[in-house]
């Protein structure tokens, strides 16, 4: 039996250049097993671009990451709801610093599969980890590794509604004095307590990635660093063998000097020799 889900999950793993053999040849096995509507959802299925190819690899090689980002896109869609632009600022430079960090780590994945991404390329990356974040739907297929196309660009979540009842804070562009409140009022804290747990938990999703990065690039570089000592280590033999055969071939050359001296002093002799 052909599975269609499964052959999918399969083929989105496969580089672009690989995908189209693959799934054609899937489909004619469900068309040969009698299964024709599972041959069409195969025959169906989009060639990955160069980008989702890279984003899907992505979400895949981490699933504890792909999970740490798709809660802070929970966290940002929810400050959007309820129009909270306090945590959207404080969010924001969250958001680009681990799009940045995660588009360029799908670079280093995509580059160890042996396909270079270019720089346009990875920026095509970012704007489809930017969509996931905005759209639920999109981030569930996304942490599937299975996107087959890059979702609608998301332009500041304008596709997430406010919440019922939620009504835009106004801006005051200066401050101004606020009555006294009465001494028997109790402020309310739900709402500042909703807005600092949400906030704590975003930070935190935030951080996770951003260890995972900073661990990957320690490693990376812990890696880098083994090649470059043993690259060292054959650099120096070299050096000592080039040092063997530079005196082997001084030796030589004076060998062949003083051969060449006894020559001279043989044909002479026996030159010499005929004369008499």
Same mark, same amino acid.
Request: net charge negative; aromatic share 2%; hydrophobic share 40%.
């Given at each position: 039996m052909v599975d269609a889900d499964a052959v999918a999950a399969e083929l989105y793993g496969l580089r672009p250049e690989e995908f189209t053999a693959a799934r054609d040849a899937h489909a004619a096995a469900a068309r040969k097993a009698g299964q024709r509507a599972e041959a069409k959802r195969i025959a169906a299925l989009r060639r990955?671009?160069?980008?989702?190819?890279a984003a899907n690899?992505?979400?895949? /090689? *981490? %699933?504890? +990451?792909? +999970?740490?980002?798709?809660?802070?896109?929970?966290?940002?869609?929810? &400050?959007?709801?309820?129009?909270? !632009? @306090?945590?959207?600022?404080?969010?924001?430079?969250? +958001?680009?610093?681990?799009? %940045?960090?995660?588009? !360029?780590?799908?670079?280093r994945l995509a580059g160890e599969a042996g396909q270079d991404l270019s720089a346009g390329v990875q920026r095509e990356v970012e704007q489809i980890l930017?969509?996931?974040?905005?759209?639920?739907?999109?981030?569930?297929?996304? &942490?599937? !590794?299975?996107?087959?196309?890059?979702?609608?660009?998301a332009v500041g979540f304008a596709e997430v509604a406010p919440a019922p009842g939620t009504a835009p804070r106004p801006q005051q562009p200066e401050r101004e004095p606020r009555p006294e409140p =009465?001494? *028997? /009022?109790?402020?309310?804290?739900?709402? @500042? $307590?909703?807005?600092?747990?949400?906030? %704590?938990?975003?930070?935190? /999703?935030?951080?996770?990635? $951003?260890?995972?990065?900073?661990e990957r690039a320690r490693a990376g570089l812990g /890696?880098?660093?083994?090649?470059?000592?043993?690259?060292?280590?054959?650099?120096? !033999? &070299?050096?000592?063998?080039?040092?063997?055969?530079?005196?082997?071939?001084?030796? %030589?050359?004076?060998?062949? +000097? @003083?051969?060449?001296? =006894?020559?001279?002093?043989?044909?002479?002799?026996?030159r010499k020799a005929r004369r008499r």
């Amino acid at each position: 039996m052909v599975d269609a889900d499964a052959v999918a999950a399969e083929l989105y793993g496969l580089r672009p250049e690989e995908f189209t053999a693959a799934r054609d040849a899937h489909a004619a096995a469900a068309r040969k097993a009698g299964q024709r509507a599972e041959a069409k959802r195969i025959a169906a299925l989009r060639r990955p671009t160069l980008a989702v190819w890279a984003a899907n690899r992505l979400a895949r /090689a *981490d %699933a504890d +990451q792909a +999970q740490h980002l798709l809660e802070l896109g929970r966290g940002l869609r929810e &400050a959007h709801r309820t129009l909270s !632009g @306090e945590d959207l600022r404080k969010l924001s430079h969250q +958001q680009h610093v681990v799009v %940045a960090a995660m588009a !360029g780590e799908a670079r280093r994945l995509a580059g160890e599969a042996g396909q270079d991404l270019s720089a346009g390329v990875q920026r095509e990356v970012e704007q489809i980890l930017r969509s996931v974040l905005a759209d639920p739907e999109a981030a569930d297929t996304w &942490a599937r !590794g299975v996107l087959e196309k890059a979702p609608p660009p998301a332009v500041g979540f304008a596709e997430v509604a406010p919440a019922p009842g939620t009504a835009p804070r106004p801006q005051q562009p200066e401050r101004e004095p606020r009555p006294e409140p =009465e001494p *028997d /009022a109790e402020p309310d804290d739900t709402q @500042e $307590a909703g807005r600092t747990s949400r906030e %704590a938990e975003l930070a935190e /999703a935030a951080l996770a990635l $951003a260890e995972t990065e900073r661990e990957r690039a320690r490693a990376g570089l812990g /890696a880098l660093d083994e090649r470059i000592a043993r690259l060292e280590e054959r650099l120096d !033999g &070299a050096r000592g063998e080039r040092e063997r055969l530079a005196a082997a071939a001084e030796a %030589a050359e004076r060998g062949h +000097q @003083e051969a060449v001296r =006894e020559a001279k002093r043989a044909r002479t002799a026996a030159r010499k020799a005929r004369r008499r």
